[in-house]
């Protein structure tokens, strides 16, 4: 039997989970997250 | 001269004024006329619905902005639209009644244009038992995010003497619409709950009427991940299970009890769940404007759609799901029978769902209604503002088109609030409303559409808290600021 309360739910790693708030990770994501934000914007206005 | 009144001061309204204000020459008017005197940055009321804000940091006062850059203000609420005048006076003008003023007292507030972004009416009233004034928290105010923290905050201390609390948020009727507001606000509680060292003693169940997690009145998104074309429910689904949170879809809450919540599903279940705190936000309505022609002929049914939002340059007529297309959705705004008419923001009507529409075996409709706010919402104000102004210097038919099924918008989330260890989805989509037949299979572009959760995210959104307040205060450089 199965531990997990909802098996057929898709879960992060350890790994996702770790580099969402790991630091140098997140500062690179910030620059490219704005980047793409940036160019929905010029793209809609 | 011409004198251009904005009914609303929300984000569309207030954007509208102020783009038109910066267009137009000292010698045209712009007035704005409101019931609320101050403006409430609605994104960051799920933050007051958890005791991180105070209301103040989330509202500021209207009238010294406007006075400041010449914007005529009215304190009060519109209630009537006489886009011919009347028999003794052809100037096409608007009834207002002024907010603390005489009871009965109404003022008249002429125009040559007219925009409309009176926003929603919260009809708590659809579901007994609904609202602040019920046995429910909501964050559609910052009033109302005030209570649900003061609420909150009994909880976690029940929760610290043992307690254990059910918390159950979501929506509050089959037809309700901002889901993406609920499923911050519930992420930020759990957060929340961690902070506070009480998580062990909470329950936490999602409560939503979309089909499937994840479908934020949008009809759901995709994303490219790893090789493959992801539906939004995954990352929904699979970010509840880590945090924990329960859920029910495809849901219509019925009635709410103290600490009971009556509800049915699609399937034809009706059942009842505990809650000991319930943040379920309300479906909405337009606010109920009149409109009259010059003779004093009830004209509203011309310019409504029986739920009180102002029709537009959208296809209205009714089809099936399978026929819905992306051009059915405006691009002007303009009303189809006065040309100096406008509505924007929520006040629009919108042709149809995005979501699939569905109906339980008792009748009730079980299915989000489209958002119309944040980006979008400032984005259609502008364009309507340009058009006006446009217009007003000779431009025969609106110059400015804002159809949400051709402009994408970017949204950031918050999943927790902290500098160091919280998160956020940040999240782009293109187009809002998709477009089945340019952007096959899927509806929207996929290169443009993508979402992923982290502290990024979070930095993200206390930014754009800072910079849209900034910019709705209109401070030096505001109008440079996208929207």
Same mark, same amino acid.
């Given at each position: 039997?199965?531990?997990?309360?909802?098996?057929?739910?898709?879960?992060?790693?350890?790994?996702?989970?770790?580099?969402?708030?790991?630091?140098?990770?997140?500062?690179?994501?910030?620059?490219?997250?704005?980047?793409?934000?940036?160019?929905?914007?010029?793209?809609?206005? | 001269?011409?004198?251009?009144?904005?009914?609303?001061?929300?984000?569309?309204?207030?954007?509208?004024?102020?783009?038109?204000?910066?267009?137009?020459?000292?010698?045209?008017?712009?007035?704005?006329?409101?019931?609320?005197?101050?403006?409430?940055?609605?994104?960051?009321?799920?933050?007051? $619905? +958890?005791?991180?804000?105070?209301?103040?940091?989330?509202?500021?006062?209207?009238?010294?902005?406007?006075?400041?850059?010449?914007?005529?203000?009215?304190?009060?609420?519109?209630?009537?639209?006489?886009?011919?005048? &009347?028999?003794?006076?052809?100037?096409?003008?608007?009834?207002?009644?002024?907010?603390?003023? @005489?009871?009965?007292?109404?003022?008249?507030?002429?125009?040559?244009?007219?925009?409309?972004?009176?926003?929603?009416?919260?009809?708590?009233?659809?579901?007994?038992?609904?609202?602040?004034?019920?046995?429910?928290? &909501? +964050?559609?105010?910052?009033?109302?995010?005030?209570?649900?923290?003061?609420?909150?905050?009994?909880?976690?201390?029940?929760?610290?003497?043992?307690?254990?609390?059910?918390?159950? +948020?979501? +929506?509050?009727?089959?037809?309700?619409?901002?889901?993406?507001?609920?499923?911050?606000?519930?992420?930020?509680?759990?957060?929340?709950?961690?902070?506070?060292?009480?998580?062990?003693?909470?329950?936490? *169940?999602?409560?939503?009427?979309?089909?499937?997690?994840?479908?934020?009145?949008?009809?759901?998104?995709?994303?490219?991940? $790893?090789?493959?074309?992801?539906?939004?429910?995954?990352?929904?689904? &699979? *970010?509840?299970?880590?945090?924990?949170?329960?859920?029910?879809?495809?849901?219509?809450?019925?009635?709410?009890?103290?600490?009971?919540?009556?509800?049915?599903?699609?399937?034809?279940?009706?059942?009842?769940?505990?809650?000991?705190?319930?943040?379920?936000?309300?479906?909405? &309505?337009?606010?109920?404007?009149?409109?009259?022609?010059?003779?004093?002929?009830?004209?509203?049914?011309?310019?409504?759609?029986?739920?009180?939002?102002?029709?537009?340059?959208?296809?209205?007529?009714?089809?099936?799901?399978?026929?819905?297309?992306? $051009?059915?959705?405006?691009?002007?705004?303009?009303?189809?029978?006065?040309?100096?008419?406008?509505?924007?923001?929520?006040?629009?009507?919108?042709?149809?769902?995005?979501?699939?529409?569905?109906?339980?075996?008792?009748?009730?409709?079980?299915?989000?209604?489209?958002?119309?706010?944040?980006?979008?919402?400032?984005?259609?104000?502008?364009?309507?503002?340009?058009?006006?102004?446009?217009?007003?210097?000779?431009?025969?038919?609106?110059?400015?088109?804002?159809?949400?099924?051709?402009?994408?918008?970017?949204?950031?989330?918050?999943?927790? @609030?902290?500098?160091?260890?919280?998160?956020?989805?940040?999240?782009?989509?293109?187009?809002?409303?998709?477009?089945?037949?340019?952007?096959?299979?899927?509806?929207?572009?996929?290169?443009?559409?993508?979402?992923?959760?982290?502290?990024?995210?979070?930095?993200?959104?206390?930014?754009?808290?800072?910079?849209? *307040?900034?910019?709705?205060?209109?401070?030096?450089?505001?109008?440079?600021?996208?929207?």
């Amino acid at each position: 039997m199965s531990g997990l309360k909802h098996p057929y739910v898709t879960s992060p790693t350890r790994w996702t989970v770790f580099l969402r708030t790991f630091l140098p990770w997140q500062l690179w994501r910030f620059v490219r997250i704005n980047l793409k934000m940036i160019g929905i914007i010029r793209r809609s206005h | 001269m011409s004198r251009v009144v904005v009914l609303g001061a929300g984000v569309s309204g207030h954007t509208a004024a102020a783009f038109a204000r910066k267009w137009l020459g000292r010698s045209d008017t712009v007035t704005v006329v409101s019931p609320k005197d101050y403006y409430n940055w609605i994104p960051s009321n799920i933050w007051v $619905g +958890v005791g991180l804000m105070r209301p103040e940091q989330v509202t500021f006062p209207l009238k010294p902005v406007y006075q400041r850059h010449g914007i005529e203000f009215v304190h009060g609420a519109a209630r009537a639209i006489h886009p011919e005048g &009347s028999s003794d006076d052809p100037t096409p003008h608007v009834i207002v009644t002024p907010t603390g003023g @005489a009871s009965g007292a109404t003022v008249k507030v002429p125009y040559d244009y007219l925009i409309n972004a009176t926003g929603p009416r919260l009809r708590f009233d659809r579901t007994p038992g609904l609202g602040p004034e019920g046995h429910s928290h &909501s +964050v559609c105010t910052e009033d109302h995010a005030a209570g649900a923290a003061r609420a909150l905050a009994e909880s976690v201390e029940r929760m610290k003497r043992g307690e254990r609390q059910q918390f159950v +948020v979501g +929506v509050g009727h089959g037809t309700c619409t901002c889901e993406g507001a609920a499923f911050e606000y519930i992420v930020n509680l759990e957060f929340e709950l961690r902070s506070r060292g009480v998580r062990d003693k909470a329950d936490i *169940l999602w409560l939503t009427n979309e089909y499937e997690l994840g479908d934020f009145g949008m009809g759901g998104m995709h994303f490219e991940v $790893g090789g493959y074309v992801t539906p939004s429910s995954v990352f929904n689904a &699979s *970010l509840f299970a880590e945090r924990g949170i329960e859920w029910v879809t495809r849901a219509h809450v019925r009635q709410v009890d103290p600490g009971l919540i009556h509800y049915e599903t699609l399937d034809g279940a009706v059942r009842e769940q505990r809650a000991d705190f319930a943040m379920l936000l309300p479906p909405f &309505s337009g606010v109920g404007l009149k409109a009259f022609d010059r003779n004093g002929g009830d004209i509203t049914a011309s310019l409504f759609q029986p739920n009180e939002f102002m029709k537009v340059d959208a296809d209205y007529r009714p089809k099936p799901y399978e026929d819905w297309r992306a $051009g059915d959705w405006p691009r002007t705004y303009q009303s189809p029978v006065y040309r100096n008419l406008f509505a924007v923001g929520i006040a629009f009507a919108p042709p149809h769902a995005i979501s699939r529409p569905f109906t339980s075996p008792s009748g009730a409709a079980i299915a989000p209604a489209p958002p119309r706010t944040g980006m979008p919402s400032a984005m259609i104000g502008k364009a309507v503002a340009r058009s006006v102004v446009d217009m007003i210097r000779g431009a025969e038919a609106p110059t400015r088109t804002a159809s949400m099924a051709e402009m994408g918008a970017a949204c950031v989330a918050s999943a927790g @609030a902290n500098p160091l260890t919280g998160t956020a989805a940040s999240m782009t989509v293109f187009p809002i409303v998709p477009d089945f037949d340019r952007y096959a299979p899927y509806g929207r572009d996929l290169k443009r559409t993508f979402g992923e959760i982290g502290l990024a995210g979070h930095w993200i959104k206390i930014i754009l808290h800072h910079l849209f *307040l900034y910019k709705a205060r209109l401070r030096p450089g505001w109008s440079l600021i996208p929207e």
